[in-house]
């Protein structure tokens, strides 16, 4: 059974930072496509950042310069390092797994059940 389980988020204060983990139990995890995405309160489902499975990335721009992408595929797991936090990243992050490198969710196959961020002022 396909499963992606996120950790590692919490309450912080502006400026910190935090440090997501998505394990994944996905047959030939390496050759995916993975993504984050978040999704604050009244607020769309929006892209952060993939990592292709030959390691190259894109990220919003909101993020650029302050978060970074990552994967161990020895370990089936992916990673993300959230630095200089501000409050408008408050959000649930999803972790995601497909087979097109996109910023649009739909084209994501499995999806993690989320972990909350909150960046307070």
């Known amino acids: 059974q396909v499963q992606l389980v996120e950790s590692g988020g919490g309450l912080v204060q502006a400026g910190g930072s935090l440090r997501l983990s998505c394990a994944a139990s996905?047959?030939?995890?390496?050759?995916?496509?993975l993504g984050w995405f978040r999704q604050a309160p009244g607020k769309e489902r929006e892209f952060v950042a993939y990592i292709r499975s030959g390691l190259s990335t894109n990220y919003a721009d909101s993020v650029k310069g302050r978060f970074t992408i990552s994967r161990d595929n020895a370990k089936n797991t992916m990673y993300l390092q959230m630095n200089s936090l501000k409050p408008e990243d408050t959000a649930l992050y999803y972790c995601?797994?497909?087979?097109?490198?996109?910023?649009?969710?739909?084209?994501?196959?499995?999806w993690g059940q989320g972990t909350q961020v909150t960046v307070s002022s």
């Open positions: 996905i047959p030939t995890f390496s050759s995916y496509v």
């Open positions: 995601a797994a497909g087979r097109i490198a996109t910023v649009t969710s739909p084209s994501y196959i499995y």
